[in-house]
């Protein structure tokens, strides 16, 4: 092979290996930018630990203030002296039919035997009951014929007498307030215990039966006894926060009430407390299990302080059906002192005498309206006198 055969071969040889190079340096450029582009996503270099934050003086923060809770401005009960006399105005304001019939017939010229039917209705209606009745009408027989009454003043005096006797004032009528002395020398509370039927005001008696003992400078404990009516404890506390009165109460419902009435007794004892009113569930007096939870709830109170009062609540406008409460939990509950409610109903108002002598015991309370301080102590002459007008 000659030299100039040589020589052409490595001419091309260079021409290749220069193309070559020019073709190979844009696509390595390219890789190059690329790679920027992608920044650290692609490679991420080693990040740097993190400073350790430098500490700082602490700043004072101020706390935030306590929401101030205002107590309930706490109310003034009505002095209980003379509460009776409204019920007695009100009762000469509405003419009371039983006062008014018994005068316009007495004060006729002439008394017939229809007249003392007349008479005996009158009383019947009002529910006296048939034996004070006829007491009444054979005392009224024998003044009104020996004396000749005739004169409508000289008739209303007659009556009033005649109707006090019935009503009898001499009943010792005041609620037991002062317990007796423990083994130990303290005085325990006087504990009172309100029973009755469903729907005769009884829970809102107790109520207002608090604001009467605190008018009269007593301390109080009430207790919540009635478990089985969801609303009934939170009314009873309600009237007991309006006079600065603490309530005794079960966090559930349904509790055992005999429970509830123990722990009322216990606190009004460790707190040297004046009364414990405990409020008991409505009962049916022909349901013999409710009856007979009473009976224990009597029994469960008796363990840490004698009953002082068993106040028996009843509606006087129920009539018959409220003697027959009565004497039902006369025999279970032990009654002490009946609370007549609605008395300011005044066509009935006779029943305050058939109470007291189907029980044995006096109307110690009576109710006189829907006021929270329309429950007063029973005054019998205040009362014959509100029938007469």
Do not use: C, Y
Not at 138 to 163: F, I, N, Q, S, Y
């Amino acid at each position: 092979m000659t030299d100039l055969t040589w020589l052409w071969i490595l001419l091309g040889v260079v021409v290749v290996i220069g193309v070559g190079s020019a073709l190979l340096v844009p696509r390595s450029r390219r890789r190059h930018a690329d790679h920027d582009a992608q920044g650290p996503t692609a490679v991420a270099p080693p990040a740097e630990p993190a400073a350790p934050p430098a500490e700082s003086s602490p700043v004072a923060v101020p706390e935030a203030a306590a929401p101030v809770e205002t107590a309930p401005a706490l109310e003034t009960p009505e002095p209980v002296a003379g509460r009776l006399v409204r019920l007695r105005d009100r009762l000469a304001r509405s003419g009371s039919p039983l006062g008014a019939r018994l005068l316009s017939v007495l004060s006729r010229d002439h008394l017939t035997e229809d007249d003392w039917d007349e008479l005996e209705e009158t009383l019947l209606l009002a529910d006296i009951g048939a034996g004070p009745a006829e007491e009444l009408l054979d005392a009224l027989r024998t003044r009104v014929r020996v004396l000749g009454v005739r004169d409508p003043k000289a008739v209303r005096e007659l009556l009033r007498e005649e109707l006090l006797k019935v009503v009898d004032p001499a009943l010792d009528r005041e609620v037991a307030t002062t317990g007796p002395v423990g083994e130990d020398g303290e005085r325990l509370p006087a504990v009172v215990l309100v029973v009755g039927v469903n729907g005769t005001g009884k829970t809102t008696t107790v109520g207002k039966l608090a604001r009467v003992l605190v008018a009269e400078d007593r301390s109080v404990v009430l207790g919540a006894a009635d478990t089985f009516r969801a609303a009934a404890a939170d009314q009873l506390q309600t009237w007991g926060a309006r006079v600065g009165v603490e309530t005794v109460r079960s966090d559930r419902d349904g509790a055992d009430p005999a429970a509830v009435a123990f722990d009322a007794v216990k606190r009004g004892k460790a707190e040297g407390t004046d009364v414990v009113l405990v409020d008991t569930a409505g009962r049916l007096q022909n349901k013999a299990g409710l009856m007979d939870e009473l009976g224990k709830i009597t029994r469960v109170i008796t363990r840490e302080a004698p009953l002082a009062e068993v106040l028996l609540v009843l509606d006087a406008t129920t009539g018959q059906n409220g003697l027959n409460q009565a004497r039902v939990f006369g025999e279970v509950a032990g009654v002490t002192g009946i609370v007549l409610t609605k008395l300011d109903g005044t066509a009935r108002g006779g029943i305050v005498v058939a109470v007291q002598r189907e029980l044995g015991v006096p109307v110690k309370l009576v109710g006189l309206g829907e006021g929270p301080d329309d429950l007063a102590p029973f005054d019998p002459e205040q009362f014959v006198d509100g029938l007469l007008g």
